[in-house]
């Protein structure tokens, strides 16, 4: 420690001689105004600490740590970056002492206990904000300091990046309840790059876990924090000393070598899915439709009952996570009331934590009429002013809905039509897709209708045969093509989409096998956080990316189990984790794709590889 501090005071003293030289040089040009000199980036230089670092037999009440400086020193953001493991029921207290930081402990501390007091990158300088590198500083209550450790990094379960501020903490008490309800054996916490050292620890089993503690009270609460956790009980044989790569400070501008430390566990961080379950809202979003929402999925309905309605005249449609119900009034002969009276009879979580049968009732009242805008348009593109001036007036059984068409996506999407009610039927004769040259030669193309599994309002209309960049595809929808439950059916209809033609966009090619089940493969930017393209597979298969900007991506597989294309959550309770979302990686071993302008790029991808 002597020999760090006497190389820091000499390295700041060579700066201040060299600085000083250089003023002495400037004082001859009497023709240029003094300058304010450079700006102080030198970090502070600890000069000594006491107790000496790694003290034993330190006292359990009254003890006190002063650090000692060679500047003015300031602390940031401390409820964030100090700690000290294990936890203790009252944080450390902190005060600056001139150029000094003293810390003491406000309750008596375990006896034969080894601790490490971190301070993260709370320590700044007073006048320019410089951080004094991540600093722990270990100490015990016994006569022997415990010296093993682990590593590891925290990734988010569904976009694999990493995740800061995590608590990370270890337990001897191995009861399923502990990470709710008892204090950590030991802590860290992750930086920048989801990287965390637990350490200072004994030789002992571990249930190892990692989460949010957004109230800082170093216990999980799975109402509002995310969590991850070990499939197995963690036994570390690491031993600490000097030259580890692990304990070495990283500047956050370092990314490579931050990346390349030395990780011996690595979790993945979820939100749970709320078991508590109750009618979380309620809404009546047209005056034929309501819809309610429940806490949990899969809730057990077992009776809906309505004022003065028949049941039969009922349609009732869950989303795919089956947490939402909407239901639809189908008999047109009814006077809907503007109060909407039904009840719902359901298994609700009582205060036991137990589900038991439980009425609740309802009165929904009818939405307003939305207020028209003077200049809102019509499907045909004619506004409702126009429609008043030509005397015209839009009809009441009117089927409503929108086209939504992707030129990017429309290869593997095409038409998606979205009505405002379910759909009875509809005539297939009165549709039809033509496509357009850039000639100008047309001709009609042969599609395909997707009904949607879940949603009776959603439909697809997929074009067959090979789509073209260049291309302008149209979408033609003759009148009474489509009928709803109410019996409204829709107007002539029009929509076009132009497929791009950009000599300087890319395309992706994935040559995919190796799968034994369902997987969902999407080409995402660096960072996760926006999908370009989703496919849901369940074999080997040739997956193509058109249209992509010259940009850098990412390739994430999820294996999907259970097959419902969605990445499933994972169960603390229950020791389920959630379904893998694992990255593709080159040769090289990095998982970012650079795409270059006006290329055709083929990538085999073995499924077997990414999750062995």
């Known amino acids: 420690m002597k020999n760090i501090l006497q190389i820091n005071n000499l390295v700041k003293i060579i700066i201040l001689i060299v600085f000083g030289y250089t003023l002495t040089g400037s ?116 006569a022997v300091l415990d010296s093993l450790y682990t590593s590891g990094t925290i990734y988010n379960a569904q976009t694999l990046m990493p995740e800061e501020n995590i608590t990370v903490a270890i337990y001897d008490n191995l009861s399923d309840t502990a990470v709710y309800k008892v204090k950590p054996t030991a802590i860290s916490k992750t930086d920048k790059f989801g990287y965390f050292v637990v350490r200072n620890i004994k030789k002992s089993r571990y249930n190892v876990f990692a989460f949010k503690d957004n109230n800082f009270n170093n216990r999980y609460d799975p109402e509002n924090e995310s969590i991850a956790f070990l499939d197995s009980l963690f036994t570390p044989t690491k031993f600490l000393n000097d030259t580890l790569t692990e304990l070495k400070f990283v500047d956050e501008k370092d990314t490579l070598i931050a990346l390349n430390r030395p990780t011996e566990l690595d979790m993945y961080l979820f939100v749970e899915e709320n078991e508590k379950q109750f009618i979380r809202e309620s809404k009546r979003l047209q005056p034929r439709m309501a819809y309610i929402k429940f806490s949990a999925t899969n809730p057990k309905v077992i009776s809906l009952k309505f004022d003065n309605i028949n049941s039969t005249s009922i349609k009732k449609e869950y989303n795919i996570k089956r947490d939402s119900l ?54 045909d593109g004619r506004s409702d002013r126009v429609l008043s001036m030509m005397g015209e007036k839009e009809r009441e059984d009117l089927l409503k809905f929108t086209i939504d068409a992707n030129p990017t996506l429309f290869e593997q999407k095409g038409f998606s039509l979205i009505f405002d009610a379910p759909i009875a039927k509809f005539v297939e004769d009165s549709l039809s897709i033509i496509y357009k040259t850039p000639k100008g030669d047309s001709s009609k193309m042969e599609y395909e209708i997707i009904s949607d599994s879940l949603w009776s309002r959603l439909i697809y209309l997929k074009p067959k045969g090979r789509i073209l960049k260049g291309y302008e595809y149209y979408l033609r929808i003759l009148p009474n093509a489509f009928t709803d439950i109410y019996k409204h059916t829709n107007d002539s209809t029009n929509s076009k989409v132009s497929l791009p033609q950009d000599e300087k966009l890319s395309k992706l090619t994935l040559n995919i096998s190796g799968g034994t089940g369902s997987y969902i493969v999407e080409l995402t930017n660096i960072t996760r956080d926006k999908i370009f393209r989703s496919y849901k597979i369940d074999r080997d298969t040739i997956l193509e990316f058109p249209y992509l900007k010259a940009d850098k991506y990412s390739v994430k597989v999820i294996e999907d189990i259970n097959g419902n294309g969605l990445i499933d959550t994972g169960n603390l309770k229950r020791k389920k984790q959630p379904e893998k979302v694992r990255l593709f990686a080159l040769p090289d071993g990095k998982t970012i794709i650079t795409i270059p302008e006006s290329v055709e790029l083929v990538q085999d991808i073995d499924l077997r590889t990414i999750f062995n």
């Open 326 to 379: 909407v239901l639809w009034i189908t008999d047109t002969t009814l006077t809907v009331p503007d109060s909407l009276k039904f009840s719902v009879e359901y298994l609700k979580t009582d205060s036991l934590e137990t589900l038991s049968p439980s009425v609740e009732k309802f009165s929904l009242v009818a939405p307003k009429p939305k207020k028209e805008s003077d200049n809102k348009e019509n499907l």
């Open 27 to 142: 004082c001859a040009n009497t023709s240029t105004p003094p300058l304010g000199g450079p700006k102080d980036t030198i970090p502070p230089v600890l000069l000594y600490i006491s107790p000496d670092s790694g003290k034993v037999n330190f006292p359990v009440k009254k003890g006190e740590v002063e650090m000692k400086f060679n500047e003015y020193v300031v602390l940031k953001d401390e409820q964030k970056n100090i700690f000290i493991s294990p936890p203790l029921d009252k944080s450390p207290e902190t005060k600056i002492r001139g150029k000094s930081i003293i810390t003491t402990f406000p309750v008596a501390l375990d006896t034969n206990t080894s601790y490490t007091l971190n301070f993260g990158r709370a320590i700044v300088d007073n006048n320019e904000g410089n951080v004094f590198p991540s600093y722990v500083y270990p100490f015990s209550t016994g």
